[in-house]
């Protein structure tokens, strides 16, 4: 069983940064992805960004690429999500999840669960 706590969620003025942390305790090399989440308030959870465990191979929404980076610190366990150039419609709370990479990508069937951080974008 894998654990995971994100952090570094807040408030953050549209064309701003937040660089979100996800630390993961547990059976971390089982896993062959981790990825970041999002749901927005009033609508159903989305993909944001995948990371392979065998080979960091990285995936975006189309939303977010060229904006956010997934990167991960092997001697921390930790993963993150470094946001630039925020905007409104970023707002939700942010999940990562670890699981298989085909789950990772389609939002379907990840295995473990953060409890989730909260960013909203606004002025």
């Known amino acids: 069983q894998v654990q995971l706590v994100e952090s570094g969620g807040g408030l953050v003025q549209p064309g701003g940064s937040l660089r979100l942390s996800c630390a993961a305790s547990g059976f971390i090399s089982d896993v062959s992805a981790i990825g970041w989440f999002r749901q927005a308030p009033g609508k159903e959870r989305e993909g944001v960004s995948c990371?392979?465990?065998?080979?960091?191979?990285?995936y975006y929404v189309d939303s977010v690429k060229g904006r956010f980076t997934i990167s991960r610190d092997n001697a921390k366990n930790t993963v993150y999500l470094q946001m630039n150039s925020l905007k409104p419609e970023a707002t939700g709370v942010y999940y990562c999840?670890?699981?298989?990479?085909?789950?990772?990508?389609?939002?379907?069937?990840?295995?473990?669960w953060g409890k989730g951080t909260l960013v909203t974008v606004s002025s």
């Open positions: 990371m392979s465990n065998s080979d960091g191979r990285t």
């Open positions: 999840a670890v699981g298989g990479l085909r789950s990772c990508i389609t939002n379907y069937g990840m295995s473990s």
